[in-house]
């Protein structure tokens, strides 16, 4: 098992920038690549960012393409993403999850889930 808490959500004006982070906990020493997704309201979750244990390996939704820079510390358990040029569009829960594969692209690949972590972007 594995539990995830995620942080750094709040308000900010368009065109702004926000830092999420994850802290994973539990069975840590598996190698987990780690992702992000999210869900505005009446939106079904979808996949925003990916990255391999190793952290060579990346993946990114093309909406979110060239403005979000996920990243991931393993000596400390933490996963990150930057997230720059925000857009009202980009309003929604953002939820951490880890991949019970070594895959990191889609929701099917994920079986561990944080809390969520809202991010409300104003025009």
């Known amino acids: 098992q594995v539990q995830l808490v995620e942080s750094g959500g709040g308000l900010v004006r368009a065109g702004g920038s926000l830092r999420l982070s994850c802290a994973a906990s539990g069975r840590t020493d598996r190698h987990y690549p780690m992702g992000w997704f999210r869900q505005g309201p009446v939106k079904e979750r979808e996949f925003v960012a990916g990255?391999?244990?190793?952290?060579?390996?990346?993946d990114y939704a093309d909406s979110v393409k060239g403005r979000f820079i996920i990243s991931r510390d393993n000596g400390k358990n933490m996963v990150y993403r930057q997230m720059n040029s925000l857009k009202p569009e980009d309003t929604a829960v953002y939820y951490c999850?880890?991949?019970?594969?070594?895959?990191?692209?889609?929701?099917?690949?994920?079986?561990?889930w944080g809390q969520g972590t809202q991010v409300t972007v104003s025009s």
């Open positions: 990255i391999s244990w190793s952290a060579y390996g990346t």
């Open positions: 999850a880890a991949s019970a594969t070594i895959f990191y692209h889609q929701l099917s690949d994920f079986k561990y």
